[in-house]
């Protein structure tokens, strides 16, 4: 079993920037890769950003790539997604998820076993 926490969410002007944190309890978080995945009101959660287990790989949205970078730290059981450059589309809750243990970081969150409570993040113009 996995859990994990996400923190670091709020309110912020646009152009701003945000870090977002999730921590994860249980012995196999250094093994599987992690996602982010937001949702807005009214729409379908969506693909973010993906890490690999080791963290030598990293996906992202189209959307947010070039402004969001998203990294690991296996010893402390954290993942982080630095966000810079915000815009009100960002706008959103923000969930953290692990997937299966040394699969690739995949973009579909039917992949991913375990998830967070979510963290919202509102970005104003």
């Known amino acids: 079993q996995v859990q994990l926490v996400e923190s670091g969410g709020g309110l912020v002007q646009a152009g701003g920037s945000l870090r977002l944190s999730c921590t994860a309890s249980?012995?196999?978080?250094?093994?599987?890769?992690m996602a982010w995945f937001r949702q807005a009101p009214g729409k379908e959660r969506e693909f973010v950003a993906a890490?690999?287990?080791?963290?030598?790989?990293?996906r992202y949205a189209d959307s947010v790539k070039g402004r969001f970078t998203f990294s690991r730290d296996n010893a402390k059981n954290t993942v982080y997604l630095q966000m810079n450059n915000l815009k009100p589309e960002d706008t959103a809750v923000y969930y953290c998820?692990?997937?299966?243990?040394?699969?690739?970081?995949?973009?579909?969150?039917?992949?991913?076993?375990?998830w967070g409570q979510g963290t919202q993040v509102a970005v104003s113009s």
């Open positions: 998820a692990a997937g299966k243990n040394y699969y690739t970081p995949s973009r579909t969150l039917f992949n991913y076993d375990y």
């Open positions: 890490v690999s287990w080791d963290g030598s790989s990293t």
């Open positions: 249980g012995r196999t978080f250094s093994s599987r890769p």
